[in-house]
Structures are given as structure tokens and as C-alpha cells.
């Protein structure tokens, strides 16, 4: 196994736990590492720091997978294979077992660059949606196979056997790592199953209705890995904060404007709660994908919203058909605007231009709902864009909540870039 070396005086950071290298910071040059290839890091007096892999076409030129010198085989199926148990077991012990989650989540289950969501359809089975983001991360899924049978040997509660596993690299994130977009394969028995309609179970954001709710999802060709897993707690957390609000108790009906909405997770889980409570639920679904806009009705509708309209369409360019305050609960969740450090400004401006409509078209004493998965705009950033966005429409927002991830996506405290998702829950006036 080739071996890399630090500067002096540039281990610092990776000594406090960060897991990344910069090619600045090594002695040599990485040019003759191939993409992926594992190797071992040593600090610049020679001595070991950690096992990993390296990729010269990255500014991050080396991610840690172990820290430990004896567990040489880290990089290996069976050192993937024991992360991804202790993984499973964290979101065990969250309460994750019957419903869908996300399984591993990169460096914050050692296994930087990859992403397992796990989705627990309607009859129980598992259809595991693998993605490899960096150029270590795809060895591992090429040999996948292995990586199940070490996992099996692990393995005590039997649905790892039983999954269908879909290798799903075709991020445009791969891109930056110099990786092929791929198409989707299977591995495992999925005769029968409709993978671009599966009924996947998700967590009820509703501590009342604790019953799982089920959805309609694309796990071969939607986006990511098909379904957004991460919003979940913030919905129950926008919920805690409206039970007692005058503009939902005693009501009647409520009108809900979903922007971004994909295939409707923040409508299905409101629609259901407001329905539980007798309350007729009215939802605009907006979105630019005629696909996840067709389930992302049949999920509200599911779930017992009474009157849905769609609207195909640009957040940016396409809501001045929508009424000035016209909604009682406006939720702005947009894609990751900014995808690298260059797209900062562009992608700032974006996000200003979307959650200036947002501001426009909540109601007075109606909740609005601001998120971004960008992680590079920072929370600071993004307060000051929500506030600009509010004063161009000569509104003021008392933010009443502050939200992030779902744990089954931890975040480690000497890891920031981990920490992405921001969600904003405030009344306007």
C-alpha cells in the first residue's frame, strides 16, 4: 500500500478529527495515486495517522477511513462490510428499523463518500439505494457484492439478505471527482417489483399519529437516491410549533403552498396531520418535474388533502399567477442552489430571488417555512437572506423554530461540511 506523507506543521487539523487531506498539505506530490487507491497516511515525522484512499484530480486528496494501525483491511469489503453494521445499529437504536431511512451517511459513518439509503416498502421488505459520491466510494460499489457477503456474516436481524440493492451512481457530484455518470443497476431478485412506483415507508412527523406513512417513489430514476429522507424531523418540529397557533386551531380549512415540492413529503405529512385534526387541507403542489409532481398528488391525496392543484413550473420565474398572501403555510425547500465554492454569489441570489415569493405569498399569521441543503451557505448567510427576502416585501418574520437534519443523518462536531441542511420556521406580520 502506497504511503503519503503531511507537512510539518499541517496535521493539525486532522490530528482535532477532520477526515480530509489537501494536496497542499503533503510532502509530495499525488500525481501517481490512482483514483481511489487506498493508501496510508503518516504524520511528517514518519509515523502512522490513518488508513484511507486518495484521489490526485481532487483538491481533497486523501479521506480517512481508520484510525486505527492494526485494522489494515479498512479499506477492504469486510472493513466496509463492519462499518455499515454499526451504522445500521445507530439508526436501530434511533428507532429507524420500520421505516425508511438513510443508512450511512459518508464521513459520519466512516465511510467517506458513500451514501446507503435503506427504504422499508409497504410489505416490509428493503430495497437498500447505494451511491458512491468519491472515486474510493465507487471501488466499493463495484464490488458490492463482496461488500454484501461480509455484511451477512455480521448480520443478525435478516433483512440484509433479503434487500434488493440498487447501485445508483449518477450524481452529477461525480463529476468533480473525474467519475462517470452510471446507469442504475439491480443486484439481487427484483422480479415483480415496479422500482420507479414503490411504496416505501416513511416516519409520521405526527407524535399523535405515530403510524407510518406511506409514499409513492422513483428509486430507479427520481432524484438522489429517490426519496429526501433528511426533512423529516424539521416536520415534526414545524408541527410542535403550530399545535397552538390561532390560524390552525379552530379552523376549518387550510391552504398549503408546497414549493420545490418533489414528491410531496412536507404536504402528505401536513395534509394528514391537519385531516386527523378535522381541518379540510387545500394543496398547491409546485414543482419543474411533471413525474414527481403526478406522485407527489397522489401522496397528499393519500394522506388526505381534499383539493390539490399542481403547477409545473420554474420557483424562480413561474408563481406570478399565485395570490399575494394567499397561504396559510408556504414551504420554500429547493435543491442545493450552490454547488461549489464559484457558485456562492449565483447561488445566494437564487435562493433570495425563491424565498422572496415565499415571503410574498404567506398570509398574515401564516407560517413559512425556509429551508436550503446548500452547505455552503453558511446559517449566517442564510438568516441574512431570509431577512432581505422579507424586507423587499415589507414583511416581518418572528422565527420561532431553528431546524437541521434527521439524526439517521448524524453530523460530527470536527466535520462542519457535514452540517448542510438549515430549515426556518417563522410567523409573518
Given at each position: 500500500?502506497?504511503?503519503?506523507?503531511?507537512?510539518a506543521?499541517?496535521?493539525?487539523?486532522?490530528?482535532?478529527?477532520?477526515?480530509?487531506?489537501?494536496?497542499?498539505?503533503?510532502q509530495?506530490?499525488?500525481?501517481?495515486?490512482?483514483?481511489?487507491?487506498?493508501?496510508?497516511?503518516?504524520d511528517?515525522?514518519?509515523?502512522?495517522?490513518?488508513?484511507?484512499?486518495?484521489?490526485?484530480?481532487?483538491?481533497?486528496?486523501?479521506r480517512?477511513?481508520?484510525?486505527?494501525?492494526?485494522?489494515?483491511?479498512?479499506?477492504?469489503?469486510?472493513?466496509?462490510?463492519?462499518?455499515?453494521?454499526?451504522?445500521?445499529?445507530?439508526?436501530?437504536?434511533?428507532?429507524?428499523?420500520?421505516?425508511?431511512?438513510?443508512l450511512?451517511?459518508?464521513?459520519?459513518?466512516?465511510?467517506?463518500?458513500?451514501?446507503?439509503?435503506?427504504?422499508?416498502?409497504?410489505?416490509?421488505?428493503?430495497?437498500?439505494?447505494?451511491?458512491?459520491?468519491?472515486?474510493?466510494?465507487?471501488?466499493?460499489?463495484?464490488?458490492?457484492?463482496?461488500?454484501?457477503?461480509?455484511?451477512?456474516?455480521?448480520?443478525?436481524?435478516?433483512?440484509?439478505?433479503?434487500?434488493?440493492?440498487?447501485i445508483?451512481?449518477?450524481?452529477?457530484?461525480?463529476?468533480?471527482?473525474?467519475?462517470?455518470?452510471?446507469?442504475?443497476?439491480?443486484?439481487?431478485?427484483?422480479h415483480?417489483?415496479?422500482?420507479?412506483?414503490?411504496?416505501?415507508?416513511?416516519?409520521?412527523?405526527?407524535?399523535?399519529?405515530?403510524?407510518?406513512?406511506?409514499?409513492?417513489?422513483?428509486?430507479?430514476?427520481?432524484?438522489?437516491?429517490?426519496?429526501f429522507?433528511?426533512?423529516?424531523?424539521?416536520?415534526?418540529?414545524?408541527?410542535?410549533?403550530?399545535?397552538?397557533?390561532?390560524?390552525?386551531?379552530?379552523?376549518?380549512?387550510?391552504?398549503?403552498?408546497?414549493?420545490?415540492?418533489?414528491?410531496?413529503?412536507?404536504?402528505?405529512?401536513?395534509?394528514?396531520?391537519?385531516?386527523?385534526?378535522?381541518?379540510?387541507?387545500?394543496?398547491?403542489?409546485?414543482d419543474?418535474?411533471?413525474?414527481?409532481l403526478?406522485?407527489?398528488?397522489?401522496?397528499?391525496?393519500?394522506?388526505?388533502?381534499?383539493?390539490?392543484?399542481?403547477?409545473?413550473?420554474?420557483?424562480?420565474h413561474?408563481?406570478?399567477?399565485?395570490?399575494?398572501?394567499?397561504f396559510?403555510?408556504v414551504?420554500?425547500?429547493p435543491?442545493?442552489?450552490?454547488?461549489?465554492?464559484?457558485?456562492?454569489?449565483?447561488g445566494?441570489?437564487?435562493?433570495?430571488?425563491?424565498?422572496?415569493?415565499?415571503?410574498?405569498?404567506?398570509?398574515?399569521?401564516?407560517?413559512?417555512?425556509?429551508?436550503?441543503?446548500?452547505?455552503?451557505?453558511?446559517?449566517?448567510?442564510?438568516?441574512?437572506?431570509?431577512?432581505?427576502?422579507?424586507?423587499?416585501?415589507?414583511?416581518?418574520?418572528?422565527?420561532?423554530?431553528?431546524?437541521?437534519?434527521?439524526?439517521?443523518?448524524?453530523?460530527?462536531?470536527?466535520?462542519?461540511?457535514?452540517r448542510y441542511?438549515?430549515?426556518?420556521v417563522?410567523?409573518?406580520?
Amino acid at each position: 500500500m502506497k504511503k503519503i506523507r503531511l507537512k510539518a506543521k499541517h496535521d493539525r487539523r486532522f490530528r482535532t478529527g477532520h477526515p480530509w487531506a489537501y494536496s497542499n498539505e503533503l510532502q509530495d506530490s499525488p500525481k501517481g495515486i490512482e483514483p481511489g487507491e487506498a493508501l496510508e497516511l503518516l504524520d511528517p515525522a514518519g509515523k502512522f495517522m490513518a488508513w484511507g484512499y486518495g484521489n490526485p484530480a481532487s483538491l481533497i486528496t486523501f479521506r480517512a477511513v481508520s484510525r486505527e494501525e492494526t485494522e489494515q483491511d479498512a479499506m477492504a469489503p469486510a472493513g466496509v462490510a463492519r462499518r455499515l453494521e454499526a451504522a445500521w445499529k445507530l439508526r436501530h437504536a434511533l428507532g429507524f428499523e420500520k421505516v425508511s431511512h438513510r443508512l450511512c451517511f459518508g464521513e459520519a459513518d466512516r465511510l467517506p463518500g458513500l451514501i446507503v439509503d435503506r427504504y422499508v416498502q409497504a410489505d416490509h421488505s428493503t430495497v437498500l439505494v447505494v451511491q458512491a459520491q468519491t472515486a474510493g466510494a465507487d471501488r466499493w460499489t463495484r464490488d458490492f457484492e463482496s461488500v454484501l457477503a461480509e455484511w451477512r456474516k455480521l448480520h443478525r436481524d435478516g433483512w440484509v439478505d433479503r434487500a434488493i440493492v440498487i447501485i445508483k451512481n449518477d450524481s452529477s457530484s461525480r463529476k468533480i471527482e473525474g467519475l462517470q455518470q452510471d446507469a442504475a443497476k439491480i443486484l439481487g431478485d427484483a422480479h415483480g417489483r415496479d422500482l420507479h412506483h414503490a411504496r416505501i415507508l416513511v416516519r409520521s412527523a405526527d407524535l399523535a399519529n405515530p403510524a407510518p406513512l406511506e409514499f409513492s417513489a422513483d428509486l430507479m430514476g427520481g432524484q438522489k437516491t429517490g426519496f429526501f429522507l433528511d426533512q423529516w424531523a424539521n416536520i415534526q418540529l414545524t408541527l410542535e410549533r403550530l399545535e397552538n397557533w390561532p390560524t390552525v386551531t379552530g379552523r376549518k380549512k387550510i391552504r398549503i403552498l408546497d414549493l420545490c415540492c418533489y414528491v410531496g413529503q412536507w404536504s402528505a405529512q401536513l395534509a394528514r396531520y391537519f385531516s386527523k385534526r378535522g381541518i379540510s387541507v387545500e394543496v398547491t403542489l409546485v414543482d419543474a418535474s411533471k413525474a414527481a409532481l403526478q406522485q407527489a398528488e397522489k401522496n397528499a391525496r393519500a394522506a388526505g388533502a381534499t383539493k390539490v392543484e399542481l403547477v409545473e413550473g420554474d420557483v424562480l420565474h413561474d408563481l406570478g399567477g399565485l395570490a399575494d398572501k394567499g397561504f396559510d403555510l408556504v414551504i420554500s425547500d429547493p435543491p442545493a442552489l450552490i454547488k461549489g465554492r464559484k457558485d456562492i454569489p449565483v447561488g445566494t441570489h437564487a435562493y433570495l430571488q425563491l424565498h422572496t415569493q415565499a415571503a410574498r405569498l404567506v398570509a398574515e399569521q401564516g407560517t413559512w417555512v425556509a429551508c436550503s441543503c446548500s452547505g455552503l451557505l453558511i446559517e449566517d448567510s442564510f438568516g441574512e437572506t431570509l431577512a432581505k427576502a422579507a424586507r423587499r416585501q415589507n414583511r416581518s418574520i418572528s422565527w420561532i423554530a431553528r431546524g437541521g437534519q434527521a439524526p439517521d443523518h448524524p453530523v460530527l462536531a470536527d466535520f462542519p461540511e457535514g452540517r448542510y441542511l438549515k430549515c426556518w420556521v417563522g410567523i409573518a406580520h
